[in-house]
């Protein structure tokens, strides 16, 4: 990885972070459905009209399979599902639980076969995992186990963004920017359905409006020319290593505008989750990453 995608790694990182944020705020009022649906729309229509002033042609029915696949893991089914958790999770905890989605993507690369085993990069998995779990400890108490189903759903859904890392690792003949924009207006399609039976909460207020197209622009349509970008350059595992750098961010919003407590573990998280990163993307300032087969 040299340092242009190490600075794209970064930001991803930061805007992600800022997401969890963002849901916090529009869940309670929207419903894990409507905003969903919001943030997908939203994110379409930026990349829409940044198409338009691109002069890009989409090509929608030639890759109409892709981007329903594309958009279903890793949009519409974990959209849902991150936003029924920020109805009970915090956002430190949410970006926690996303972290496991390179575990899940190395673990689904084995066993297709799509990925080789690297003791280096498998330790430094084994790292990111140990800090993400530092980063949780304080959250398995006892008196909150209540939270268990959004724990396990927010797992689910990091689940999903494994398989669609891997599934778009296969599709590289797709451009990024296409890849990003199809899957938004797929993802925006199949969330409607399920609108019927998970309804609004109340009417949204304009910070609640507007935290919702800053989940559309910044965190879905930038956030995802992005990812896909990192993902055709350094491979598939390597980019969603930035879900390791996200608890990073997300713990700093959580900090600055929420006023959540940064705890020794914390630190020491973080510090592992870094390391560990460095060591699954084999970063270099003077080198690039070998693109993963």
Not at 50 to 56: T, V
Not at 164 to 177: C, D, G, L, Q, V
Not at 214 to 240: E, Q, R, W
């Amino acid at each position: 990885m040299n340092f242009k995608d190490l600075v794209r790694l970064l930001s991803l990182a930061a805007i992600w972070g800022s997401s969890f944020f963002f849901m916090r705020i529009a869940s309670p009022v929207l419903g894990s459905a409507y905003l969903a649906e919001g943030r997908a729309f939203f994110a379409a229509i930026f990349l829409l009209c940044l198409a338009i002033f691109l002069k890009k042609n989409l090509r929608l029915l030639n890759n109409w399979r892709h981007f329903l696949i594309m958009g279903f893991f890793n949009s519409a089914f974990p959209f849902v599902l991150f936003g029924y958790a920020s109805l009970t999770l915090q956002v430190s905890q949410l970006s926690i639980l996303n972290s496991t989605a390179p575990l899940w993507a190395f673990i689904i690369g084995l066993i297709t076969k799509s990925e080789s085993f690297n003791i280096k990069r498998f330790f430094g998995l084994i790292l990111g995992i140990v800090g993400v779990t530092l980063l949780l400890v304080n959250s398995l108490r006892p008196e909150r186990l209540g939270e268990l189903s959004a724990y396990i759903l927010a797992l689910v859904a990091a689940l999903s963004y494994g398989i669609a890392t891997n599934y778009a690792k296969k599709s590289n003949s797709i451009e990024p920017f296409d890849n990003a924009h199809g899957s938004m207006w797929a993802s925006a399609l199949l969330i409607i359905p399920v609108l019927l039976f998970i309804p609004i909460q109340s009417y949204p207020t304009t910070a609640v409006f507007l935290a919702v197209i800053a989940l559309g622009v910044l965190c879905s349509g930038i956030a995802y020319l992005l990812y896909f970008k990192i993902i055709k350059d350094v491979g598939a595992t390597s980019a969603l290593t930035v879900s390791f750098l996200i608890p990073l961010f997300a713990t700093l919003w959580g900090f600055v505008f929420l006023d959540e407590k940064i705890e020794l573990n914390t630190i020491i998280g973080m510090v592992v989750v870094i390391i560990g990163t460095l060591l699954v993307t084999e970063f270099s300032f003077n080198k690039p990453i070998k693109t993963i087969k």
